[in-house]
């Protein structure tokens, strides 16, 4: 009986909740460490230092004692997302199918693109240089974090500069180079095409030489994430997250689809339905990212 409220299907509609939460396109996978919390405290997130190198030992010396390094501490906490949606007694005696089943799209879409706009906003924060970390600065800065390259129009050369830049990150203890290479490239949709070409080419496509000039940033790129969720001329080069994570989005207890439940409301006919996602997230590092600013 199409009027039983109970014949509400909702085993289909968690099932097309689900599908298409994980077919909507989250491009911050791409750049961002997925990680896992166990409650709603805050989470520490240590990087320590390093004891540089060992010391040379003249015959009878004794061995020298090497203090433990301190370690750098940023933080990372859950909360919780989520709606209900009710559906009224009359479309579920017309047993409108077609209905729910847009219901359940929309609701796993909403909940992907959740954390697709939370990622995306912290590049926004401070005046486009992200975050406030641990230290008191935010997460793109030249004097503390070294992290700024020259403002240039991307290219085979400002790209190779920004490179550099990067690998000239040390440690927490200023002991050693990290050496850390870029990995992924993520900018505005509109400057996508150009960064294919130039990571892709063989030869610097804007030499003007007549002899061609081999492309030394070639390949340098295993990933390029082009977003219309940024604007302007920035982009920004990532480590590997698993070698050097800037970005972490955790959940809780490492659950990383929606919970969804329905209930019979006792003073309204319909169903109600419940979305819920747990998670945070925010910036764990700063060796790991360069932003260059680009030029108008």
Not at 151 to 176: E, F, H, K, W, Y
């Amino acid at each position: 009986d199409p009027r039983d409220l109970h014949s509400f299907p909702t085993r289909r509609s968690s099932d097309l909740l689900l599908a298409n939460y994980e077919a909507t396109a989250d491009t911050w996978r791409r750049f961002c460490y997925v990680g896992s919390v166990s409650d709603f405290r805050e989470h520490k997130r240590l990087r320590m230092g390093t004891l540089s190198r060992l010391d040379k030992m003249a015959e009878n010396e004794e061995y020298k004692n090497k203090s433990i390094p301190d370690a750098e501490l940023e933080r990372i906490y859950a909360e919780t997302y989520g709606n209900t949606i009710n559906v009224s007694r009359k479309m579920i005696v017309n047993d409108d199918l077609d209905a729910f089943s847009r219901l359940a799209q929309m609701l796993g879409r909403a909940a992907a693109r959740s954390i697709e706009i939370d990622v995306y906003s912290l590049f926004a924060l401070n005046s486009g240089n992200g975050p406030t970390m641990e230290d008191g600065n935010p997460l793109f800065h030249s004097a503390s974090h070294a992290n700024i390259g020259t403002g240039a129009t991307i290219s085979v050369d400002s790209l190779d500069a920004d490179r550099v830049l990067m690998a000239q990150q040390m440690d927490p203890s200023q002991n050693d180079y990290l050496d850390i290479r870029p990995s992924i490239l993520v900018l505005p949709i509109g400057l996508g095409g150009t960064a294919r070409v130039i990571n892709s080419s063989t030869y610097d496509p804007e030499s003007s030489s007549p002899l061609q000039k081999p492309n030394k940033v070639q390949g340098l790129f295993q990933d390029i994430v082009d977003t219309p969720r940024l604007s302007g001329t920035a982009r920004y080069l990532f480590a590997d997250p698993m070698v050097e994570p800037v970005f972490e989005v955790a959940f809780l207890n490492g659950v990383q689809t929606p919970f969804m439940e329905m209930s019979e409301p006792f003073n309204v006919d319909g169903m109600r339905w419940k979305i819920r996602l747990d998670y945070g997230f925010g910036a764990i590092g700063w060796r790991g990212v360069v932003k260059n600013a680009g030029t108008a």
